[in-house]
């Protein structure tokens, strides 16, 4: 529910910005070749981080403020088609603290001094994307563990052949996969909402984000196309370490060589992994940017709907009515239509269930117990170190407790925040 | 026609009066290491009480070894080893043939005969043990035997080959839940007593069971057999879950056509701990464990048993390996051409056999064909391996 003076609009949008002084060109290079090594650098980070549970939710932290960015340039664009200069140097920018990609470990360029400027990436990427990956537990825990169950009481079933209980094993499977696929026609839409508003609540949003849906299906269809490919390199991925075992001479290296082949495997394929789950999530945010402009515009969400930050980012781009009509073509007023919708709806069904069938296909031809199950790298934790136990000597006992370890940083990170607000009143 | 292979009219054969031998594909799969190994074995009566009792090759392996070895180029080498397959339809025709062929579904072989994705219908080009034996001497076809899981219906291939001198005529017969089942849907439909939901369910799955098994649908399971399927009716009805389960089955069988078959060559084809490709470690090693007691049960029904007791050979062998690779949480998942796939091992015991005899030398599964060959009297002239000579006394 908004307060009465966050209701107030902007009767009109905001001027272009002014054209800035030409650059010099070697500074344009300088800048250039800054700006790809910050990209490289950042690309590095993050898949370094995705090689642990406990950093991997950095990591969806960062990606859900990249989100975050994302649909705010796409709002701007939007109200600003003839802009000159770039997103990134506009003073709208600036003012959101959107200029640039997020840090993995400082705070933002225009960071407070101090200590919260210093580890501000690192607090904001732990803060977001524990209750990132939070949620979306919350919603997939329940068909993943059917999928589990369904995988072990099935084969147990085969094994001791005890064909008068058939029918459990194969209920649970079933159960467990029709539930993915209804999930993952929310999830995307409820993660892009949580990430570009900034409030963990809006993820069980389910009215809106309903209505986000709707119109949004055209672009759900699209990203759940873009799945199937995607998943087809990480399984494969996943996988490859299958055929180390026509290598003799990878054979006969010691543990410790072998847990160094493995764990260069994984690195150097989280490169492919991360960037594949950075554009799957990028690409959601920007449906969702789309959806929610759609939805203002033809006054099926209002202010009210909308989580304080969604207000004071769209009402200062004065798109809380949803902002001028764009051009449309006859096929996007198709896919907004009921059969357009229905189509959208299958295409996102059948693709989701690919991935499932897809998913245990893996498991059969190189199992990761658990884990291979519960826990996709495009959809859920990154975490892409794939090292068995007997190389790596960690156990189910380790693997608790960094999660156990991620919960306590985050009570510290909530229990930080509130004395520093309790410090601010005094 | 080659020298030892002229075909004797059936009536002149002589009767067979040599011991009888139990093959046990200790199969599908398994590593040294839950087997034969000291710490780690999940087969203790294998390992700690039966190797005492006969020769046995821990050394054995699946492998062309000659071109292999002859070639210097490492990666010619493996190339070599992996056109051989290691798999459970392979293994046991190696066993069965003395040969190391490639094999490929009679699906893809034949025009009029479906395809089957990843099916092992092989037909062994190379006569097996059964037609050997039966060719050399009279003996009947429900006295050599083949004990098949019930969930394996390719393995109702490898009860003959295509040979021109051997094949159909000296074929083994097979006990199965399949070959039960294929009599028992004839018999209900015969019988008269089903609805006409249950008929034309009936009709449809035999349907399906004979075309599966294309080569023998038309003919009749010899009258032995038969009386066999009417007692385990009789003992286990007809809704398939009061008898045992798994590889419990094969023993059952095995040990039922003991008595009641007196099977002068039998091979019992034991899978289960090939479960382990879907992922669960404890369905392999809880397999081996049901194989090894089921070789218990075996070897005290042979014991105790005047016509098998002091006259009857037993041949344990894996049909292949596993893979032993470090990369994946479950190693042994699967048994796909590796190294590890292709070392497997051997145990011989009975009278004639060498008693507390280890051979540490490497030996070829090929070689189990003519070593049978030579305890019971004939000769596997179109096997190509040779003659375990020291497990011969």
């Not at chain 2, 090759?57 to 080893?81: C, V």
Request: charged share 20%.
């Amino acid at each position: 529910m908004l307060e009465p003076a966050q209701a107030k609009r902007i009767a009109t949008p905001p001027p272009p910005p002014p054209a800035g002084p030409a650059a010099k060109p070697e500074n344009m290079l300088r800048r250039r070749v800054l700006r790809v090594g910050a990209f490289l650098w950042k690309w590095l980070v993050g898949v370094v981080f995705c090689m642990s549970w406990l950093t991997a939710f950095m990591v969806v932290g960062w990606t859900y403020r990249a989100m975050q960015r994302s649909a705010f340039k796409r709002w701007w664009k939007s109200t600003h088609p003839n802009a000159p200069s770039r997103f990134r140097h506009s003073e709208w920018a600036r003012e959101q603290r959107q200029s640039h990609w997020p840090n993995w470990l400082l705070g933002n360029r225009e960071r407070p001094k101090g200590p919260r400027g210093w580890f501000g990436g690192i607090v904001a990427n732990f803060r977001i994307g524990f209750l990132g990956l939070f949620n979306t537990t919350v919603l997939l825990c329940i068909p993943c563990g059917l999928i589990l169950a369904g995988w072990h009481y099935g084969w147990d079933i085969s094994f001791n052949k005890i064909y008068e209980q058939s029918t459990v094993g194969a209920t649970l499977g079933f159960s467990g996969m029709f539930l993915f696929v209804a999930v993952m026609f929310y999830l995307p839409m409820a993660k892009a909402r949580q990430a570009v508003s900034g409030d963990w609540k809006r993820f069980y949003d389910w009215r809106v984000n309903r209505r986000l849906i709707r119109r949004g299906t055209g672009g759900l269809a699209m990203l759940a196309l873009a799945m199937l490919p995607a998943f087809v390199v990480v399984l494969f991925i996943k996988n490859t370490p299958f055929l180390y075992a026509y290598n003799p001479e990878i054979l006969a290296q010691t543990t410790e060589e072998q847990f160094k082949i493995l764990e260069s495997h994984w690195f150097s394929t989280g490169f492919i992994v991360f960037a594949l789950y950075l554009l799957l999530h990028l690409f959601a945010a920007h449906i969702y940017a789309g959806a929610m402009r759609r939805c203002l515009r033809r006054g099926e969400l209002g202010p009210r709907d909308l989580a304080p930050s969604e207000f004071d980012v769209l009402d200062s781009l004065a798109l809380i009515d949803g902002g001028p009509q764009s051009a449309g073509s006859p096929f996007k007023s198709w896919l907004l239509s009921l059969p357009g919708r229905c189509v959208c709806g299958t295409i996102v069904g059948l693709s989701y269930l690919a991935v499932g069938v897809m998913v245990l296909v893996a498991q059969f031809f190189m199992i990761h117990p658990i884990q291979g199950f519960v826990n996709q790298p495009l959809l859920q934790s990154p975490m892409v170190s794939y090292i068995p136990f007997h190389l790596s000597g960690k156990t189910m006992g380790g693997v608790f407790l960094e999660f156990v370890l991620a919960t306590v940083i985050m009570l510290l990170i909530g229990i930080g925040g509130r004395l520093a607000k309790t410090n601010q009143r005094h | 026609m080659a020298a030892g292979l002229k075909l004797p009219a059936l009536a002149e054969r002589p009767s067979y009066k040599g011991p009888n031998v139990v093959i046990v594909r200790f199969g599908g799969g398994v590593r040294r290491l839950e087997t034969i190994h000291e710490d780690k074995t999940y087969s203790p009566f294998l390992l700690k009480e039966l190797t005492k009792r006969g020769t046995f090759f821990p050394r054995m392996e699946i492998a062309d070894t000659e071109d292999a070895l002859a070639s210097k180029d490492a990666k010619a080498k493996r190339k070599k080893e992996h056109e051989l397959n290691t798999s459970h339809g392979e293994g046991t025709l190696y066993i069965l043939t003395g040969t190391y062929r490639r094999y490929v579904d009679v699906g893809w072989k034949y025009d009029h005969i479906d395809e089957q994705l990843l099916g092992a219908r092989f037909e062994a080009t190379e006569p097996t043990l059964f037609e050997y034996l039966r060719r050399q001497f009279n003996v009947p076809e429900h006295q050599t035997l083949i004990v098949n899981g019930e969930d394996r219906p390719q393995e109702e291939f490898y009860s003959f080959s295509n040979h021109h001198l051997f094949g159909a005529t000296f074929k083994s017969e097979t006990l199965s839940l399949f070959r039960y089942k294929s009599w028992l849907y004839q018999r209900l439909l015969d019988e008269g007593k089903l609805d006409e939901k249950q008929t034309r369910k009936k009709t449809e799955a035999l349907k399906t069971m004979r075309e599966l098994d294309y080569r023998i649908a038309a003919k009749d399971q010899p009258k032995e057999i038969i009386a066999f399927w009417e007692n385990w009716r009789r003992l286990y009805g007809d809704n398939g879950f009061v008898n045992e389960r798994g590889d419990r089955l094969l023993t059952d069988l095995a040990l039922k056509a003991m008595k009641s078959l007196q099977p002068r060559m039998m091979m019992i084809n034991y899978n289960d701990p090939d479960y382990v490709h879907w992922g669960k470690p404890t369905h392999y090693t809880r397999g081996i464990a049901i194989i090894d007691r089921g070789l218990r049960f075996l070897v005290d029904a042979v014991e105790a048993d005047p016509f098998y007791r002091d006259n009857t050979v037993f041949v344990i062998v894996p049909d292949c390996g596993r893979d032993s690779n470090p990369f994946m949480s479950v190693p042994f998942q699967h048994h796909f051409n590796s190294k590890s796939s292709r070392e497997i091992w051997a145990l011989l015991i009975g009278p004639g056999i060498e008693k507390g005899v280890v051979v540490d030398r490497t030996v070829q599964q090929i070689d189990l064909a003519k070593t049978i060959g030579s305890v019971m009297g004939f000769e596997a002239g179109l096997a190509e391996g040779g003659v375990l000579e020291e497990a011969i006394s």
